[in-house]
């Protein structure tokens, strides 16, 4: 059973930035495109950044376009974000997990950007 454990939430004012992590364990990372999504309070979990398997392909949400810029590192078997420039808005949980085969959800990385 492949696992997802998100890391690197924090409080930080509207401007900071911001890097997260997803250690995924229990299958073969390089074999895998991972995504990054995020759920504020009172809304669905959303899509936010993916990365292909080799990390030659990325793409992002519309709303993070510019300002969030997803990576790993298929040694350590790791995905990070990178957030810049972030807003309140950018506040919710961050979650990863693979992208076309999912698995169970982690329990994610609180991001509360104040205004």
């Known amino acids: 059973q492949v696992q997802v454990v998100e890391s690197g939430g924090g409080l930080v004012q509207g401007g900071d930035s911001l890097s997260l992590s997803c250690t995924v364990s229990?299958?073969?990372?390089?074999?895998?495109?991972v995504g990054w999504f995020r759920q504020a309070p009172g809304k669905e979990r959303e899509f936010v950044a993916g990365?292909?398997?080799?990390?030659?392909?990325?793409f992002y949400a519309e709303a993070v376009k510019g300002r969030f810029s997803i990576s790993r590192d298929n040694a350590k078997n790791t995905v990070y974000l990178q957030m810049n420039s972030l807003i309140p808005e950018d506040t919710a949980v961050y979650y990863c997990?693979?992208?076309?085969?999912?698995?169970?959800w982690g329990q994610g990385t609180q991001v509360t950007v104040s205004s």
């Open positions: 997990n693979l992208l076309g085969r999912p698995t169970d």
């Open positions: 229990g299958g073969t990372f390089a074999a895998y495109a």
């Open positions: 990365i292909s398997r080799s990390g030659g392909s990325t």
